[in-house]
């Protein structure tokens, strides 16, 4: 049984996509150490970038070709100065060449050496290839699928064997809702401490952690800076950042100096029914904000996702809970991190395979299901919570205008993060034991309408609002 951890679902980035951005990155940098362990990778001359379906159709918004020469550079998303990367990209631009690997200079010229192609590869519809041109004047090329959540994988059955070979089977297999459930039965305990248990086979009590420490971080500073940086965002398409005047219409003349200081003045504001969505909005903005902007972000599970679990995660912070601290975000984001797993196993998480429920609607069943369990609900009623938010995702299509992940998708976070909320408080008011809609059910839904669904509403832009209205128009 696939053995997935809650930081493959959570995990640091550059935006604005995980498929697009994330994923194309990841692969250069395994590209590069599939050539060392080859022993061709001192032979490199020159490359060549062949994206290809979803990937070429929005690569421009997206950064694909951006992202795709920074994971030939070397770099890590974790790690990487965000605000270098344009400086990075220009300079390659203007000489044409690329410090491959951060270890030697080859020649390379992004507007001749990364081509877009239209076509769709059979086996998944975000393709990249790369081919090296070596100093014997052969050629080799390795392709790499970009399957969501910055997932990467090949289609080789050798490697795929190899890789599952690879995987460690957790103590606690759990490949459905309803393993899950049986488990939290038998041994009397919560969704959490089931995810725990599995998390510590993989590594120690402080790993995990640091990890989550790590995560949270990353996801209120994305909040932080996207409700403190005025501006539009770039790409053309001339949107405003909105989390800025949101922000500044709700804390007032409130001062801080630093992200833990801002939740406590925000814990001390009188907060009413109609600034609980402003602020979780505001929240949610920030996050997608920053991601649409080459900002770091967590994909959760993916970055044009990113912004749901961190709100409903503040929400719980400066809303329900003020005495919230690391055990509560802990708690979060292993449910979080193991509800997203049971749809990446049983359906997916990539808006090329499933549109927009595969992010969105996926993200928001992640929060609701882990919101629920902070709120005191059952195992039962973290599943249905879940189900209740993805069940009103259900069929929601990707249609980017002019392929940005700007609109609708930033403000798709607002919204999947107030129907998370909603489907909390409507699980924990229901007998959850009586529930008439399995999680298991609204995840087959799910796979079967994404296989349903026409391609021109999946990241291609090729339909709905990505046709109706232009980059001219704004």
């Given at each position: 049984m696939e053995c997935i951890s809650i930081f493959d679902m959570l995990k640091i980035g550059v935006g604005p996509s995980s498929s697009h951005t994330f994923g194309p990155w990841r692969a250069g940098r395994r590209w590069i150490a599939e050539l060392k362990e080859n022993n061709l990778f001192n032979s490199v001359e020159t490359v060549k970038v062949d994206l290809f379906g979803s990937l070429s159709l929005t690569g421009k918004g997206h950064a694909t070709d951006i992202a795709s020469i920074l994971g030939l550079c070397g770099y890590d998303p974790q790690t990487i100065d965000v605000t270098s990367i344009a400086s990075i990209v220009e300079n390659i631009k203007s000489n044409k060449t690329l410090l491959f690997n951060k270890e030697f200079q080859i020649n390379f010229d992004p507007e001749a050496q990364i081509i877009f192609n239209k076509e769709f590869k059979e086996f998944h519809p975000n393709a990249i290839t790369f081919?090296?041109?070596?100093?014997?004047?052969?050629?080799?090329?390795?392709?790499?699928?970009?399957?969501?959540?910055?997932?990467?994988?090949?289609?080789?059955?050798?490697?795929?064997?190899?890789?599952?070979?690879?995987?460690?089977?957790?103590?606690?297999?759990?490949?459905?809702?309803?393993?899950?459930?049986?488990?939290?039965?038998?041994?009397?305990?919560?969704?959490?401490?089931?995810?725990?248990?599995?998390?510590?086979?993989?590594?120690?009590?402080?790993?995990?952690?640091?990890r989550i420490m790590d995560i949270w971080n990353v996801m209120l500073e994305s909040m932080y800076l996207g409700c403190h940086t005025e501006g539009t965002l770039p790409g053309g398409l001339n949107v405003r950042r909105r989390a800025y005047d949101t922000h500044k219409k709700l804390i007032g003349t409130k001062q801080y100096a630093n992200p833990n200081e801002w939740i406590e003045s925000i814990r001390d504001t009188e907060v009413k029914f109609r600034q609980i969505l402003k602020w979780v909005s505001c929240f949610a903005l920030a996050v997608n904000e920053v991601n649409a902007s080459l900002g770091r972000v967590v994909t959760a599970p993916t970055n044009g996702s990113a912004g749901v679990i961190p709100a409903v995660m503040m929400y719980y912070m400066v809303i329900e809970n003020h005495d919230a601290n690391f055990d509560d975000i802990k708690q979060f984001m292993l449910v979080a991190g193991e509800i997203g797993s049971l749809f990446k196993k049983g359906a997916t998480i990539s808006a090329a395979m499933g549109g927009c429920q595969a992010e969105i609607g996926v993200s928001s069943a992640m929060a609701a299901g882990a919101l629920t369990e902070l709120m005191g609900g059952t195992p039962e009623q973290v599943v249905m919570a879940s189900e209740i938010a993805m069940e009103h995702h259900l069929g929601l299509t990707c249609d980017p205008i002019g392929g940005l992940v700007q609109i609708p998708c930033i403000e798709r976070n607002a919204m999947g993060a107030i129907k998370a909320i909603n489907a909390c408080e409507m699980a924990l008011d229901s007998d959850a034991a009586n529930a008439k809609v399995p999680l298991d059910k609204v995840i087959e839904t799910m796979w079967e309408t994404a296989k349903d669904m026409n391609t021109k509403y999946k990241e291609t832009s090729e339909g709905g609002l990505a046709i109706k209205v232009s980059l001219s128009d704004c």
């Open positions: 081919t090296a041109i070596l100093n014997n004047k052969k050629s080799i090329t390795s392709t790499f699928y970009s399957i969501g959540g910055g997932f990467v994988v090949q289609e080789e059955r050798k490697r795929e064997r190899k890789k599952m070979e690879a995987f460690r089977e957790f103590p606690l297999p759990i490949q459905k809702a309803t393993d899950l459930l049986t488990y939290c039965k038998k041994k009397n305990k919560k969704i959490s401490e089931i995810v725990l248990e599995n998390e510590r086979s993989l590594q120690t009590d402080n790993e995990i952690d640091t």
